[in-house]
């Protein structure tokens, strides 16, 4: 049987028109003819041997087969570019300092090191895995080369919003919310020591819907926070990103919650132009951050990646 080998090429326009949404204004970027485009995604279904597209009122949507293929094809194109970069790169030293919000230190972080460190060996990391405050000073100071970071509105001097993620309530996995509206008691509330950014917005949001609420478990760590929410000793608010299997997003209507609004996610730099491998390690951190986070932010995470390839 003959295999099917994927032309990247196409796998490329593929990718970028279901990315902007729009396969015309991916020829506009890549430099092709709409024709030619087209003429790709013949090609593509015919390697596929079965429909990636199907008629969609005016436009096309993607079969449920085209769907595995988007997939495939994203994990494609970032292992053939960190590929060429780990070899145009592959002299590449000296030290990056990597700050990161807690939400992505057990669940980011491993990946980060090993793709990068299997990439340039040569490139001694530091990383550092603390709250909010911490690492814009830290950027500030000169004393991180990159933080990720969630956004309290404050602008280091360089800086970039990767995304807007969604905030959601947090309960225990396994039991029911320990708490209803029409109950008469208070919300109670499982938090991070303040200052906290998420702890704010939920207050606010509580108080703006009228629906008292108290301190049930305050923790200076996230592990602890985690701990609390599964043992259903309250309520929590987090992002979608991270989340353990012992808690679960909430849906606020049916738990009696007001909705939330979504939370920058920042990417501060201690310099204008970062080195190449801390330039390098920003474009391996967001690749990895898209794969982790696309179902909650389609395509924004992977779209600012590029901009640091």
């Known amino acids: ?19 902007l949404g729009n396969f015309a204004r991916a020829a506009d970027r890549l430099g092709r003819s709409t024709s030619a485009v087209s003429a790709q995604l013949k090609k593509l279904e015919e390697q596929a041997g079965t429909p990636i597209f199907r008629k969609a009122g005016r436009g096309l949507a993607l079969t449920d087969a085209g769907e595995t293929m988007l997939a495939y094809a994203r994990r494609l194109l970032e292992l053939n570019d960190e590929a060429a970069a780990a070899v145009k790169s592959i002299e590449l030293e000296g030290w990056v300092r990597l700050g990161l919000q807690e939400d992505f230190g057990e669940t980011l972080l491993p990946d980060v090191l090993g793709r990068f460190a299997r990439a340039h060996p040569k490139v001694r990391i530091e990383a550092r895995v603390v709250r909010n405050v911490e690492l814009i000073e830290r950027v500030i100071s000169g004393k991180l080369d990159l933080a990720l970071a969630w956004s309290d509105g404050t602008l280091t001097p360089h800086c970039d919003k990767i995304a807007d993620v969604p905030m959601r309530w947090i309960g225990p996995a ?3 919310v320990g708490w209803s509206r ?3 008691e208070p919300v ?3 938090s991070l020591e303040a200052p906290c950014l998420l702890r704010t917005a939920a207050t606010k949001a509580l108080d703006a819907a009228g629906i008292a609420w108290r301190l049930a478990f ?9 701990a609390a929410t599964a043992a259903g000793l309250g309520i929590t608010i987090r992002t979608p990103i991270g ?3 012992k808690v679960k997003p909430l849906l606020a209507k049916e738990a009696g919650l007001p909705e939330l609004p979504s939370l920058g996610l920042v990417l501060h730099r201690a310099e204008a132009e970062p080195g190449p491998a801390a330039a390098r390690l920003a474009s391996i951190m967001l690749q990895s951050l898209g794969e982790a986070v696309d179902d909650v932010v389609p395509q924004a995470v992977r779209s600012a990646a590029r ?3």
């Open 218 to 226: 305050v923790s200076p760590s996230l592990g602890g926070l985690w």
């Open 188 to 190: 109670p509330l499982a």
């Open 182 to 184: 029409g109950s008469g």
């Open 1 to 19: 049987m003959r295999r099917t080998i994927f032309d990247l090429d196409v796998l490329r326009t593929f990718a970028t028109g279901m990315e």
């Open 174 to 176: 396994e039991e029911a």
């Open 243 to 245: 989340l353990p299997r």
């Open 307 to 309: 901009a640091y390839a």
